[in-house]
């Protein structure tokens, strides 16, 4: 059963992120993270070249989809999308970022 952390309120993305951080511990959970994010970007490309709106699902669905399943399967907590739906979607390119740059581990 994943981990349920208590809703706190957060002034701000920098005081969120550090406890984001924490919660993607995971390694696998991370490269699930970049694998959701990289076919996120690519769905976004396609619905770009093509109009084909059914990019956009399958560009949510990429993002989300490997991510939950990091958390839940890997991660063993709950999703912060579900208590901070904003700064965790800031969170999640921020930690993309950074994993691309070399900043965090995969």
């Not at 994943?2 to 993607?24: D, I, N």
């Not at 699930?32 to 059914?54: E, I, R």
């Not at 839940?72 to 999308?81: D, G, L, S, V």
Request: proline residues 5%; aromatic residues 20%.
């Amino acid at each position: 059963m994943p981990t349920v952390l208590p809703h706190k309120k957060y002034a701000s993305f920098e005081e969120f992120y550090p406890t984001y951080l924490s919660e993607h511990a995971n390694r696998t959970c991370r490269q699930l993270h970049f694998t959701g994010s990289t076919l996120a970007l690519l769905c976004l490309a396609l619905l770009l070249l093509t109009h084909n709106f059914w990019w956009l699902a399958a560009a949510v669905a990429c993002g989300y989809g490997f991510a939950w399943i990091g958390h839940f399967r890997f991660e063993k907590n709950q999703p912060a999308t579900f208590r901070q739906p904003l700064y965790s979607f800031i969170g999640d390119w921020v930690m993309y970022w950074q994993m691309l740059t070399g900043q965090i581990s995969f």
